[in-house]
Protein backbone atom coordinates (compact mmCIF):
# COMPACT_ATOMS: atom_id res chain seq x y z
CA UNK A 1 0.00 0.00 0.00
CA UNK A 2 0.93 3.16 -1.08
CA UNK A 3 1.81 5.88 1.78
CA UNK A 4 1.56 10.23 1.27
CA UNK A 5 4.48 11.76 2.15
CA UNK A 6 4.49 13.61 5.44
CA UNK A 7 4.47 17.04 3.39
CA UNK A 8 1.70 16.16 1.82
CA UNK A 9 -0.42 14.93 4.78
CA UNK A 10 0.57 18.79 6.67
CA UNK A 11 -0.86 20.09 4.06
CA UNK A 12 -4.57 21.92 4.80
CA UNK A 13 -7.22 19.62 2.81
CA UNK A 14 -8.29 22.30 0.95
CA UNK A 15 -5.00 22.67 -0.74
CA UNK A 16 -4.72 18.99 -1.03
CA UNK A 17 -8.29 19.17 -3.00
CA UNK A 18 -6.92 21.83 -5.35
CA UNK A 19 -4.09 19.86 -6.11
CA UNK A 20 -5.62 16.66 -6.71
CA UNK A 21 -8.22 18.10 -8.94
CA UNK A 22 -4.94 19.06 -11.02
CA UNK A 23 -4.06 15.61 -11.47
CA UNK A 24 -6.68 14.31 -12.68
CA UNK A 25 -5.56 15.15 -16.48
CA UNK A 26 -2.44 13.28 -17.84
CA UNK A 27 0.24 15.11 -18.05
CA UNK A 28 -0.45 17.40 -15.30
CA UNK A 29 -1.10 20.91 -16.19
CA UNK A 30 2.24 22.27 -14.28
CA UNK A 31 2.03 26.13 -15.09
CA UNK A 32 -1.77 26.15 -14.78
CA UNK A 33 -1.56 24.37 -11.14
CA UNK A 34 1.64 26.90 -9.97
CA UNK A 35 -0.38 30.26 -11.79
CA UNK A 36 -3.41 28.92 -9.29
CA UNK A 37 -1.23 29.22 -6.24
CA UNK A 38 0.43 32.85 -7.75
CA UNK A 39 3.61 31.20 -8.74
CA UNK A 40 5.60 32.93 -11.84
CA UNK A 41 6.31 29.98 -14.12
CA UNK A 42 9.11 30.33 -17.24
CA UNK A 43 11.31 28.84 -19.43
CA UNK A 44 15.08 29.78 -19.50
CA UNK A 45 18.27 29.12 -20.50
CA UNK A 46 20.64 28.26 -17.35
CA UNK A 47 23.63 26.31 -17.04
CA UNK A 48 23.88 22.86 -17.77
CA UNK A 49 23.18 20.83 -15.05
CA UNK A 50 20.59 22.93 -13.55
CA UNK A 51 17.06 21.54 -14.67
CA UNK A 52 14.74 24.52 -12.70
CA UNK A 53 15.07 26.80 -9.97
CA UNK A 54 12.76 28.14 -7.39
CA UNK A 55 13.06 31.46 -5.75
CA UNK A 56 11.69 35.00 -4.10
CA UNK A 57 10.63 37.32 -6.80
CA UNK A 58 8.89 40.47 -4.77
CA UNK A 59 6.20 39.19 -2.49
CA UNK A 60 5.51 36.13 -5.11
CA UNK A 61 7.79 33.23 -6.25
CA UNK A 62 8.96 32.43 -9.50
CA UNK A 63 10.18 28.91 -11.10
CA UNK A 64 12.48 29.01 -14.21
CA UNK A 65 12.56 26.02 -15.95
CA UNK A 66 15.65 25.20 -18.01
CA UNK A 67 14.37 24.82 -21.91
CA UNK A 68 17.76 23.01 -23.20
CA UNK A 69 16.76 20.25 -20.32
CA UNK A 70 15.65 16.74 -21.72
CA UNK A 71 11.98 15.88 -21.45
CA UNK A 72 11.48 12.63 -20.60
Given at each position: MMRNSQEWDRLPSDIRNVI?????????KIGELAKYFGLEVK???LDV???GM??????????L???HEPSY
Open positions: ASFQDQVPVISTGISIFPSGNLYKIINK
